[in-house]
Structure formats: structure tokens, C-alpha cells
């Protein structure tokens, strides 16, 4: 095995880990337990794995890495939002935004990033102005959903009272069953003992409380979490994070297969098992890939659309003068949508840029054939950008053009404005000399 000293067993699916360690002689049942400990338990380093022998602890250690994402830096806003700044083991920055939801169904939001910067340019966007530093491999998309989880049961949040995801959450219904896989009997250990496989025996449960109480916990602004993770972990609650929106830093369809990966791994009962149906992926418009993305996984599709002309699209979405409004919507049609699925169309309000009484009724004609809803976003102004949001008698007036035309159109809140965790926003605390070179004519 020459590349196995390359190989980063967290960037692996469960099918890859498997074939891993049946080179290694393993059987299959121990890439579960592997798997298990990287994603549902969050382990950073192989000698945590104390379900495998130490002889296999030894040959993975002398074989792979599983180098861990750490959090360097948390904010919270006043209504409950969460931005953190997570560093890869590759030394650069990505930032993940928790949403918490204070409605009854208290379904939580996560939105992830998928690259580091971006490479797509819109004009409005703060992480565009970094430019790509770098794509995000699968185990590092995954991991900002671990890392979170573990900051969130080491500091439970307090909501602040109001339903935060209503853009996202409100139409979904309860997760589908799952197929009765070997694997999920597996993660259920109710369900193993009636007549499943054995089951790598499950670490003590490690409680709250106890993981609480260790020492060197996340602080706001500082080292994040414990250099040295406890050597048994219990699975982390499940219900921490309830769905999951691609709609951070990146352009997740110019990182495909990357992201394609990542969500197998977010869904699998021994990781996240976070349903697709759950998982919200947005685009800023790589056509060619948005039907292939629905074939490869079902998960709810967003389009950043923000302008109803090519003439005003090509000025604020460069990637429009490779696919048009006609070509991006042609592929949305092609997009395989569930029953009671519907397409999110996201359209960030710029004034006197694409928010006029024509815009919003231009947006009806096009948005006719869809069945979809549509976010829109009023501009959260930045220092490096000049584009300025509208007034709120402007996007209650679009607003009501636009639902008076039967669609159904939802003005997102800004969450977490003051620790610029809106939408658009991310990318504020990473390398800010290189953003500087970048918008500079
Ligand atoms: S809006 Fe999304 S796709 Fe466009 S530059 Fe920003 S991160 Fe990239």
C-alpha cells in the first residue's frame, strides 16, 4: 500500500474506507467502526478508537492520517446565531453558520461551506472578493457539522424566540424511512441485538455533562476545543443540527464530486444521518450540473438567480455569460424534484439594480413554469462592496408583486447580521491582505 501513508481516511466514503482496509486484510465490519469514530463521534486521532485493537491502531497510524478541523473562533449574535471559523489541517479557513430554530419543531440550521473563497465572482458577495484558495475535501465539508455539534453540546444554545429557518424548514416533512441496512441496523444498537450484526462494541456513554466539565472547552475568540479529545465518545445528539444548507463559502457544484461524497457520508445512519431531504444544496448556476446533482442524491435544490436580465445578471453574476437565465433555468427544469419538492429561487435585492416593479413581475413570468417558493434577500451591505439594500417599503413592494402572483415569497431574516454571519457575508475574518489585492482595480 505506497499511497496509504497519503491517504486521509475522513475524506473517504464508507465504500472507500471499506476497500482501505480490505487491502489492509480488514473485514468490512471494522470500516464501519472506523467510520463511526471519524464522522458520528468526531475522533481526532486513531489511538481515540478504542473498539480496534491496538495493533490496528498502529497500522492506521502507519498507513493513513485522519487529521482533524478545529474551531478557532465562535461568535454568537444576540438572536442565538453561531459563526465559526473552523481551521483545516491544511492551515486555511472556512466559516459554517449555525441557525438555531425556536420554533416547536426546533429544527436547528447548519450552513456549510464548501471551498474555501470562491471563484465565482458575484459581485455582491463578500467570499467572492477572496477569490478560490482552495476546494474542501468531502471528510472537511462533513466535519464543520462534527465540530459544531461537539461546540454545541459543549455550550447548548439558548434560541432567542423566533423561527429561524422558515425558508428552509417549513415544507419538509418528516425524514422518509430508511433502507434497512446492515449499516443502520448497526447504529442502532436496540435493533442489532434483535437479530443484527455484531456490532463493534460501543464506547461508553460519555455523558453531557461530563464532556462539559473537561477541561480546556471552545470559548468565544479563543482555542476552540480540547487539544485532547476524550478516549471514549458517546454518538453526538443527533437533534443538534436539523438540516443542512451547502450555502456558505463556495460554489459546491465547481467542488462536485467533493460534495457529492460529503453528502453520502451527512446521511449515513453510522455518520450524521441527516436525510437528503434535510440537505438544501444552492448554486450560483453551473447548469450543466444541477440535473446531475438531483439524479446522484435527492437533496432540495436553491438557485441564486438575483436578476431577471442577462443584461443585469452578467454585471452581478459573471457566471452568467457562460450559462444565461434561459440555459440555468432550462436545467432547473431538468432538475429531478420530488413530490411536495419544491425549487428555493434566492434573489438578493440590490438597489436600484434589480428591484424595480418590472424586475419583480419579469421574475413571475420566469418562475411560472416552477414549482418553487422564492427567498428574497435584501442586501447586507459590506465594506467591500457598493451595492446598497433597498428600502423596506421597496421589498415590501416586490414582495407583494411577486405573491400576488401566487408564488410564495419569503423575505429572509438577516440572522446573525452583527457578527456578519449573513447571507453573503462569509469570508470576513480569512485573509483579508489577499481579499484587499483582489478588489482592487
Ligand atoms: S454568492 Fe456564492 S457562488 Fe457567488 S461568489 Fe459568493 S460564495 Fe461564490
Known sequence: MTEAAQTDLRQLSLAELEAFLREL?????????VFRWLHQRGARRFEE?????????????????????????????????????????????????FIPDASAEGRNTLCISSQVGCAIDCKFCLTASLGLLRNLGAGEIVEQITRVKEDLILHPHKSAGRPATPDFADEHEDDPPLPDSQAERAASPGRAKSGGPALPDRAPMTSQAERAASPGRAETGGPA???????TRAPMAPQLIGNVVMMGMGEPLQNYNAVITALHIMGHPLSHHISPRRITVSTAGLAPRIPRL?????????????????????RIMPINKKWNIKALLQA???????????????????????????????LVRLLRPFRCKVNLIPFNEHPYSTFKRPSRERVARFQSIVGEAGFTVLVRTARGDEISAACGQLGAEVDAPRRMLNVLP
Open 25 to 33: 486484510g480488514q473485514p468490512a465490519y471494522r470500516a464501519q467502526q
Open 332 to 362: 432547473c427544469q431538468e432538475f429531478p424534484l420530488a413530490q411536495r419538492r419544491r425549487i428555493t429561487f434566492e434573489y438578493v435585492l440590490l438597489a436600484d439594480t434589480n428591484d424595480s416593479d418590472e424586475d419583480a413581475r419579469r
Open 49 to 97: 478508537m478504542t473498539d480496534l485493537s491496538k495493533t490496528l491502531r498502529e497500522t492506521l497510524e502507519a498507513h493513513a492520517t485522519c487529521a482533524p478541523m478545529e474551531i478557532t473562533k465562535v461568535e454568537r449574535a444576540a438572536d442565538g446565531t453561531r459563526k465559526y471559523a473552523l481551521r483545516t489541517a491544511h492551515g486555511d479557513v472556512c466559516e459554517a453558520v
Open 225 to 231: 476545543l480540547p487539544d485532547r479529545a476524550p478516549m
Open 294 to 314: 438531483g439524479q446522484d442524491v435527492p437533496v432540495n435544490l436553491a438557485v441564486s438567480l438575483n436578476a431577471t436580465t442577462d443584461e443585469v445578471r452578467d
